[in-house]
């Protein structure tokens, strides 16, 4: 990896992105490349096949399937900006979790982006089970990317609509609709109520 050049602020990082090849794979790989404080120039894009039965192992099967993957790894790939010095592409097999682990420590990674769906039952437990892993026993920090549009947790109440406006409207610099306002005579500093919203003051510097 080069070295850094004069001027730069940002640290440089390696960072490992795992996809599963769904469709939100492009979104993980766009906010392995966006970390706030650090620059991906180096960067490790990894997808990890199911062990093959000793049986089709030695077929036709296994190494069509690894050349497409190959294919759409690549293709991934594509859009990585030139600002990233160096680009590997990786294709394992085995339990993803361990395997996206065992690399991370492989190659020395300071960060691990990874995809949940937010999906719930025999999905989450293929899906977000992996994430959870690697929280766990990553070698190293994990990000996970999670899609907005996954339903909100049952215990989660949808934000209120008039908060939702007051943000649009004001660009954020207010915060909360009047309901859930109550001013504090310092500047900036906001008493959330009911606790639903916060318990304690906020301060924005």
Not at 52 to 71: C, D, G, I, R, W
Not at 89 to 113: K, Y
Request: net charge negative; charged share 20%; proline share 7%.
């Amino acid at each position: 990896m080069a070295g850094s050049t004069k001027g730069e602020t940002a640290e440089k990082s390696v960072i490992l992105v795992a996809v599963d090849l769904s469709p939100v794979s492009r979104a993980v790989l766009e906010t392995g490349l966006r970390v706030k404080g650090a620059r991906a120039t180096e960067l490790h894009l990894l997808h990890v096949l199911k062990p093959e039965p000793p049986e089709l192992a030695s077929t036709l099967h296994f190494p069509t399937v690894l050349e497409q993957t190959k294919v759409q790894l690549d293709q991934l790939a594509s859009g990585v900006p030139d600002t990233v010095e160096t680009l590997v592409v990786h294709v394992r097999s085995g339990e993803p979790g361990v395997e996206i682990a065992q690399l991370a420590s492989d190659i020395a990674a300071d960060l691990i982006v990874v995809g949940t769906h937010g999906y719930k039952g025999i999905d989450r437990l293929l899906l977000g089970s992996v994430a959870e892993t690697l929280v766990r026993n990553a070698p190293c920090s994990v990000l996970t990317y999670r899609p907005r549009s996954v339903q909100l947790w049952e215990q989660i109440e949808p934000p209120c609509p008039d908060c939702v406006e007051v943000r649009r409207a004001t660009g954020r610099v207010t915060l909360w609709c009047e309901r859930h306002s109550q001013h504090h005579p310092r500047a900036h500093t906001y008493r959330e109520s009911p606790e639903s919203f916060g318990v304690g003051s906020q301060t924005f510097r």
